[in-house]
């Protein structure tokens, strides 16, 4: 039994390792962007949007990566039974991240000047993603208040995969680069969105199959009456 566990216990560390990975480019990319702000470097047309209005871009990466890298934790069921107390304190967290990620997000969207190769299309994505992942993470909130656990995680995972579409982006832009080269305005919303759309599906068979954040709590937090035996057969 002890070697059962211990080999469940390692096998899922798979999903977490595979989601930080995903993280790690955009998470780079991100930290670049801050120091670049940070140390004051000269305006260029790259990143003239950011360097008039840094908060934002800031707020976004600040949040990002940690929502990225502790939600990755959220999946691993075994993990979060041997540290509940941890599980609920990083959930806390993470809603606060997610919520500074969807806004900053939308913030920029509406706000920051367009990138050269972004278009109308881009910009609709961008907004009905953003606003989808704020939704998602009201939802979860509505949820654990009604203490439905099972609705909160599978929200919370919807949101997380909103949130690491940056990271599947970078694998949908670049055979593209490689065989094609520079996505034109058309071709980079696509690659954007598919990114995006991976992600989604991803999350919706996680769902179904019960591996969202939350897929096996039932076992962290147990119905009151179970703890107490209330089940057991009365004696006569």
């Known amino acids: 039994m002890a070697l059962q566990q211990a080999t469940r216990t390692r096998s899922e560390w798979w999903i977490p390792a595979g989601l930080v990975a995903l ?4 998470a780079l990319a991100g930290s670049a962007r801050v120091t670049e702000l940070a140390s004051g470097a000269a305006m260029t047309a790259d990143n003239a949007r950011f360097v008039v209005m840094p908060v934002p ?5 600040v949040a990002a990566i940690p929502f990225s890298m502790v939600g990755a934790l959220q999946f691993m069921p075994q993990f979060r039974m041997r540290h509940p107390q941890w599980h609920q304190a990083a959930g806390k967290t993470l809603v606060v991240l997610g919520l500074l990620v969807a ?9 920051y000047p367009w990138p050269p190769g972004d278009g109308a299309v881009l910009y609709a994505e961008r907004l009905v993603v953003g606003s989808w992942m704020l939704g998602c993470i009201g939802v979860a909130l509505d949820a654990i208040r009604r203490r439905d656990f099972a609705a909160h995680g599978a929200w919370m995972t ?21 065989l094609v080269g520079k996505p034109g305005t058309a071709a980079r919303a696509v690659l954007m969105g598919a990114g995006w759309v991976i992600n989604v599906g991803v999350a919706e068979w996680m769902i179904s199959r019960g591996q969202s954040v939350h897929g096996s709590l039932r076992m962290v937090n147990p ?8 089940h057991r ?4």
Do not use: E
């Open 57 to 61: 871009v800031v707020v976004h990466v």
């Open 233 to 236: 057969p009365k004696r006569h």
């Open 23 to 26: 993280s790690l480019v955009p």
């Open 158 to 178: 919807r949101a997380y995969a909103i949130a690491l579409g940056a990271g599947t982006q970078v694998f949908t832009h670049l055979p593209y680069v490689l």
């Open 103 to 111: 806004l900053s997000g939308l913030w920029m969207t509406q706000y």
């Open 223 to 230: 119905p009151p009456c179970a703890s107490r035996g209330a």
